[in-house]
């Protein structure tokens, strides 16, 4: 295994299914992702980190999985998955899995076996509890919607799911299955896997079933099964298996406050650094809010400076395209947001597309939706809104967007199949694609090989001035000093009062990067979402 120097890497987010069809069934594969290793490569990333491919009926994006140690048919073969692994490291690429332990899918065979009685030997795989249709054991929801549990007559009992009902959370307490999950962890690290994304890992954990919701609104609903204390003995417990193999780690910890990250991310901590979801807040239109954003940002650097390391990213497969939530769909806007986030403090991750400014999709029918959960919402709309007032209402802040295929070219169904793809292609794709578009990628080439060549920028101090400015983001990294306009007005900085900036030194700096380059002044007026990075 390579050597695990995580504080200077740079990741790429690949959704299996969008990236890069091979066979024409219209759904991307292994090998898709084997025939695009030089174009990540290019981009100059040091790890991707690849969506569940693992057999799965496919109802949450592979997110429910029938079997650990399989590769689901649609994508390939197990062959297939280590002669991409083995050419991803030729290509000087780590490659991290998605891993899913927080529940399996309900056609896992262990859930079959539960399910099947009381005295099952599987029973206590899962989290049943006496019910009655009509007396579910507690009130809690599940993040789809709907209650967190679902009875079954057979046994009149119950069991629990924090997200769809097909998929059935796991019993932790279980030390059997502990044993299994510690099992398959060590099998793929031993296939040569170099780490992993630990899906929703926060929710292990669960208060008793007794525990009554406080409040139904923000993270309320989510409390009780939410960095619950107890967690830390089995995060100890993979972290140590971890830890033997070197691996990379990234852990999706929702609820893990900034003030508890530096525990679970520091030399002690369960994981290398997780991925905060706070700033992803949207209002209902969708938008975000880019007060919010630098304000949630400022405060999981500064947390995390003195101990702990932050995973940095604005896309991912759960959130709607950035260049729309807090951009203005201007490439303009994309540039400045690249240069916002990829020279923080941490690890920056790059979502498929990101670095070509693919834009929300324009839903026009409800035909094109993909998500089981998303359907399920339109349908219940259907009962109260007019088709195409619940269409809108699902796809204004829906993660669909994010899951459209990747656009490669201008040529027929972008580049991306031969056949139907799954999900309908961004009508705007001969104009938006990795032929054409090639000024962000540009962009995101220069500022990974600014990571790259500069301790200061991977692993340097951070610190941030005019807070409370609402729209323009100023942080010194060392040496280094970034001043980035996200807003679609004009601002005016004045430098004169800063202290930091009164000294003689700051002649010195020397601009490195720019929208449109000019010297630092104290005085600067900075054009809709112009960025300035200088170098003392
Ligand atoms: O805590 C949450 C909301 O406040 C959730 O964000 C939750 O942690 C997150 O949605 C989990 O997402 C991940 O697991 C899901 C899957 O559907 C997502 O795609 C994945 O990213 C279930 O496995
Ligand atoms: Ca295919």
């Known amino acids: 295994m390579m050597e695990n120097d995580f504080r200077k890497m740079v990741g790429y987010q690949i959704y299996p299914k969008s990236f890069k069809d091979t066979n024409g069934d219209g759904i991307g594969d292994l090998q898709g992702i084997i025939e695009k290793l030089p174009y990540i490569q290019q981009l100059g990333v040091d790890f991707i980190w690849i969506n569940p491919i693992y057999k799965s009926p496919q109802v949450d994006g592979g997110y429910d999985i029938s079997d650990y140690y399989a590769i689901d048919e649609r994508f390939g073969s197990l062959e297939d998955f280590k002669t991409l692994l083995h050419k991803s490291h030729e290509y000087g690429l780590k490659v991290i899995m998605d891993l899913v332990v927080n529940h399996t899918s309900d056609q896992h065979p262990w859930f079959l076996e539960s399910k099947k009685s009381k005295d099952n030997p599987y029973r206590d795989f899962y989290l049943w509890e006496d019910a009655t249709a009509q007396q579910l054991p507690n009130e809690w929801r599940s993040f789809f919607g709907g209650s967190a549990w679902t009875y079954d007559k057979e046994t009149e009992q119950a069991y629990f799911h924090a997200f769809a009902k097909e998929q059935p959370d796991l019993n932790w307490k279980n030390p059997?299955?502990?044993?299994?999950?510690?099992?398959?962890?060590?099998?793929?690290?031993?296939?040569?896997?170099?780490?992993?994304?630990?899906?929703?890992?926060?929710?292990?954990?669960?208060?008793?079933?007794?525990?009554?919701?406080?409040?139904?609104?923000?993270?309320?609903?989510?409390?009780?099964?939410?960095?619950?204390?107890?967690?830390?003995?089995?995060?100890?417990?993979?972290?140590?298996?971890?830890?033997?193999?070197?691996?990379?780690?990234?852990?999706?910890?929702?609820?893990?406050?900034?003030?508890?990250?530096?525990?679970?991310?520091?030399?002690?901590?369960?994981?290398?650094?997780?991925?905060?979801?706070?700033?992803?807040?949207?209002k209902a239109n969708g938008r975000g809010s880019i007060y919010g954003y630098k304000k949630v940002i400022m405060r999981w650097q500064n947390d995390l400076l003195a101990r702990g390391w932050n995973a940095l990213y604005l896309e991912n497969h759960d959130q709607p395209r950035s260049i729309d939530v807090f951009g203005n769909g201007s490439l303009a806007s994309a540039k400045a947001l690249a240069v916002s986030y990829m020279l923080l403090r941490g690890t920056p991750f790059i979502y498929q597309g990101q670095e070509l400014g693919m834009r929300n999709f324009p839903f026009t029918s409800s035909d094109q939706l993909r998500s089981e959960e998303v359907i399920a919402q339109y349908e219940n709309l259907l009962t109260d809104l007019s088709a195409q007032e619940a269409l809108q209402k699902v796809t204004q802040d829906s993660r669909e967007h994010a899951r459209t295929p990747m656009q490669w070219s201008d040529k027929a169904n972008a580049g991306f199949t031969t056949g139907r793809p799954w999900m309908d292609i961004h009508p705007n794709y001969p104009q938006v694609n990795a032929e054409k578009q090639t000024e962000l990628f540009e962009l995101y080439q220069k500022l990974i090989q600014l990571r790259h060549d500069n301790q200061a920028i991977a692993s340097g101090s951070i610190y941030f001035y005019f807070e409370r400015h609402p729209q323009v983001l100023v942080y010194t990294r060392d040496e280094f000093l970034v001043i980035v306009n996200l807003g679609t007005k004009k601002a005016h900085l004045d430098f004169s009062k800063v202290e930091a900036f009164t000294d003689g030194s700051v002649s010195n700096y020397h601009s490195v990067l720019s929208s449109q380059p000019r010297p630092f002044e104290r005085s600067m007026s900075l054009a809709p979402f112009e960025y300035q990075v200088y170098k003392k």
């Open 176 to 282: 059997k299955v502990r044993q299994e999950i510690y099992k398959m962890v060590r099998w793929w690290l031993e296939l040569g896997v170099d780490g992993f994304r630990l899906d929703a890992i926060s929710h292990l954990q669960k208060m008793p079933w007794s525990y009554k919701i406080k409040s139904w609104r923000g993270d309320g609903p989510w409390v009780p099964f939410m960095n619950v204390s107890g967690i830390e003995d089995y995060m100890t417990e993979l972290k140590a298996i971890f830890d033997s193999y070197g691996a990379l780690t990234v852990g999706e910890a929702s609820g893990v406050r900034s003030m508890q990250a530096p525990d679970w991310t520091d030399e002690k901590g369960y994981v290398n650094m997780i991925f905060e979801l706070e700033h992803n807040v949207r």
